[in-house]
């Protein structure tokens, strides 16, 4: 909420791109792991604040049902890079696989421009009338109209906005770490079974 969701998303777009540059061209395996690094601290920022960005604009009942569609689109992809590993790995050499399989970033990069920012930075930022603006465009898109009586309100103490000790107080913390080792499982399971079947 400090920077909105559509800096982040670009800027860590941006970051990808780069490093999939220092992976692909790395002249040593250091080099080689500080472009992985990068490259999977991008995609988990770029997931969670996709998933993020998604419930802000799905009806309250549907928000569970898009979020695991968000998760089957995301794991799906992981296991079309598997496949294209399968079927191109050996033929164009690695380096070139990764420039292959980080250039769906590109077309990415250029749809964020059209992407309209999160109403809720918007809101907290104290830009109510773009605010507005952008509830009205999506609900447009969902073939639905709002209120002309809807009035935003938004009480947030901006001075704890990105704050982790939040995280971490009497408030959250339980639902902060069940959200954690949930999340580590989810991932775990997601990808030991993309690697290590057939």
């Not at 061209?25 to 080099?31: E, R, S, T």
């Not at 549907?62 to 799906?76: K, Y």
């Not at 050499?93 to 809720?120: C, D, Q, T």
């Not at 073939?143 to 009586?149: E, F, H, M, V, W």
């Amino acid at each position: 909420d400090i920077h909105g969701r559509k800096v982040v998303l670009t800027s860590s777009a941006l970051v990808l791109i780069a490093s999939a540059g220092v992976s692909a061209g790395a002249p040593n395996k250091w080099v080689f792991l500080a472009g992985r690094v990068m490259t999977g601290a991008c995609i988990g920022i770029n997931f969670s604040t996709v998933a993020c960005y998604a419930t802000e604009f799905a009806e309250s009942s549907l928000r569970e049902v898009g979020l695991c569609v968000f998760n089957l689109a995301a794991m799906s992809g992981y296991a079309a890079v598997n496949a294209l590993a399968l079927a191109f790995l050996r033929t164009v050499g690695w380096r070139w696989f990764i420039v292959i399989a980080s250039l769906p970033i590109l077309p990415a990069l250029v749809l964020l421009i059209y992407l309209p920012e999160s109403p809720r930075y918007l809101c907290v930022s104290g830009k109510q009338e773009q605010a507005h603006k952008t509830l009205r465009f999506m609900a447009r898109l969902n073939g639905a109209q709002l209120p002309d009586t809807l009035n935003l309100v938004c009480q947030v103490d901006t001075q704890d906005l990105g704050s982790y000790k939040t995280l971490f107080s009497k408030q959250f913390r339980n639902s902060t770490i069940c959200l954690a080792v949930m999340y580590f499982m989810d991932i775990f399971l997601e990808f030991g079974l993309i690697i290590f079947l057939p």
